[in-house]
């Protein structure tokens, strides 16, 4: 089993969800984390953001184990403030071992009724912001000749996917992103993986209308059907990914170095298997 | 009668290029041609169109004989979209292809890479695609007919060292697509990537290019960068000429190709045979 005892865990989009996990299960192995989230406001989402509350409460959580924690309420968004909390950390922390990159925001709307608002809210948190962060650590990272560079998107990247056209592009992109990091920084001994996720359930995916554009539906179900819709979609039968499924392969991926540099580990309920590759 | 007769086409990044061919060959087969282009250059990217140029192709559609018009707009701006778009259906009544083209490239790796570097290709070849495309889809809606093609790259088929944000702009063009292809499917409109290797223009013979592919010479000219380009595909073909893109182009546009929707078509001398997909 991987060991993260005493690494430097940076995770954005720590407050809750699937970073809040993957956070607390590093944590529990004793690394020292760092949480980013809490970003600013946004109009589009249909949900809230995390807010400085959120954070608080996470960092609690991920000290109960013991662990060393430090937060940072900043918005991916924002370039400056993301490569400023970067060198504080390393100045007070370290470099990172483990960069998690878990900021992602979602919206549903057709093209035709999509506003610049939300493509930008979209397009800025998932993309440039995964630029935003690894623009800040890369030097540092290929200086210290070590370590491994997370990218979380849904499931969207993989495929084309009715009402999220915004979240997809960001996706693919975020892909296209890592991939080509990771041929930039192998040689430094710096791994770049993604992590791709079905439905897991968490904020991102408590809508009605997010749960039925991931069903591949045009119309909006409503509770029950919808998650019958998310089950019917899914070759494996399940609504949901299993978050203890999801944190275990990003442990796998953030402990398996430069020999699978590059990857695209696919945990989505066995639509991987509708995958080109 | 000619094959897009009576047919209204738009393209963006007109000025010169492939825009520029796309356009004339819309025209020679009896389409109303429209084309935008920025006129302006990105301090950061590959030498970009002028407005000189915009108006040499617009004077080349004349030739041809097509009723056209050319404007200068930023394809990131929806109020300029909207203008194009509705100054071809105020004077034609439709927009039956639309060409999603413009697109700008600046190399380096992420770790020296300027913040311009990022903004203006991302900028430019994602959120400009979408924000072109989001502008003529109410209108193919509407009509319930239309043909949209978003210029890609084989980079989106792969990691791009040193071409990071390229990269990651042309892969996030094939999810946005591939999404819209989906929405819109229904209607019969098709949506579809174009994803060309290298083609012979100012974004492949510019002197930044050249010393990318040839870091080792200090003043590289075509001939030294000639292998190297081949190198890349099992065709051995340094780079496609205009007319093999709008080959390509073409069918996606044509009757031929009314069920084509959704595909990311590659045009590369084999590189794709590389890719997983």
């Known amino acids: 089993m991987e060991s993260f005892r005493d690494k430097v865990v940076v995770v954005t989009g720590g407050a809750r969800g699937i970073g809040l996990e993957v956070a607390r299960s590093m944590a529990a192995d004793g690394a020292v984390l760092v949480l980013l989230d809490a970003p600013g406001a946004m109009s589009t989402l249909g949900y809230d953001a995390a807010g400085p509350d959120d954070l608080a409460r996470a960092a609690e959580s991920v000290r109960a184990s013991g662990a060393r924690c430090t937060t940072y309420a900043v918005d991916v968004r924002d370039r400056r403030a993301v490569a400023a909390a970067v060198d504080e950390i390393v100045r007070d922390v370290g470099c990172p071992d483990v960069v998690v990159n878990c900021a992602g925001v979602c919206s549903v709307v057709d093209a035709d009724e999509m506003s610049d608002e939300h493509w930008a809210e979209v397009v800025d948190t998932n993309l440039h912001g995964a630029y935003n962060l690894v623009r800040a650590v890369i030097g540092p990272m290929t200086e210290r000749g070590g370590g491994a560079i997370l990218q979380v998107v849904g499931d969207e990247a993989r495929r084309g996917a009715a009402r999220l056209s915004h979240v997809s592009a960001a996706g693919w992109a975020a892909i296209g992103f890592a991939k080509s990091v990771a041929l930039e920084s192998a040689g430094a001994g710096v791994a770049v993986h993604v992590l791709c996720v079905g439905p897991v359930e968490t904020a991102l995916t408590e809508s009605d209308a997010f749960r039925s554009a991931a069903a591949d539906r045009r119309e909006v179900l409503r509770g029950e059907e919808a998650l019958a819709a998310l089950g019917a979609r899914h070759p494996n039968g399940a609504a949901w990914v299993s978050m203890t499924d999801v944190v275990r392969a990003a442990r796998f991926l953030a402990a398996s170095g430069t020999s699978a540099t590059g990857s695209v580990l696919d945990v989505s309920a066995g639509l991987s298997a509708l995958n080109s590759a | 009668m000619s094959e897009f007769s009576g047919k209204v086409a738009l393209v963006t990044g007109g000025a010169k290029g492939q825009g520029r061919n796309h356009a004339l060959a819309l025209a020679e087969a009896g389409a109303r041609v429209g084309i935008v282009d920025v006129c302006r250059q990105f301090d950061s990217c590959a030498p970009m169109g002028t407005e000189e140029d915009l108006r040499t192709t617009e004077a080349m559609l004349k030739e041809r004989g097509a009723e056209c018009f050319a404007m200068v707009g930023d394809t990131r701006s929806s109020s300029d979209m909207r203008r194009f778009v509705d100054t071809a259906r105020e004077r034609w009544g439709s927009v039956d292809v639309f060409v999603a083209n413009a697109g700008v490239a600046a190399f380096g790796p992420v770790a ?36 949209i093609i978003a210029t890609s790259s084989s980079v989106a088929r792969e990691g791009g060292p040193n071409n990071a944000n390229y990269a990651a702009s042309k892969w996030g063009v094939i999810g946005f697509v591939k999404s819209l292809a989906i929405e819109l499917a229904p209607l019969g409109v098709t949506v579809n990537a174009l994803a060309p290797m290298s083609v012979s223009t100012d974004m492949c013979h510019n002197d930044k290019t050249y010393r990318l592919f040839r870091p080792d010479l200090a003043d590289p000219t075509e001939d030294d960068v000639r292998d190297t380009f081949a190198s890349l595909n099992p065709m051995r073909v340094p780079w496609l000429e205009l007319e093999d893109v709008t080959a390509g182009l073409h069918y996606l546009a044509s009757e031929s190709g009314r069920y084509v929707t959704g595909a990311s078509l590659d045009i590369a001398g084999g590189w794709n045979a590389y890719h997983s997909a």
């Open chain 2, 112 to 147: 020296e890479m300027t913040d311009d570097m990022w903004d203006d290709v991302v900028g430019a070849n994602l959120t400009g695609v979408a924000t072109s495309i989001r502008a003529v889809v109410p209108v193919m809606k509407e009509q319930r007919s239309g043909r």
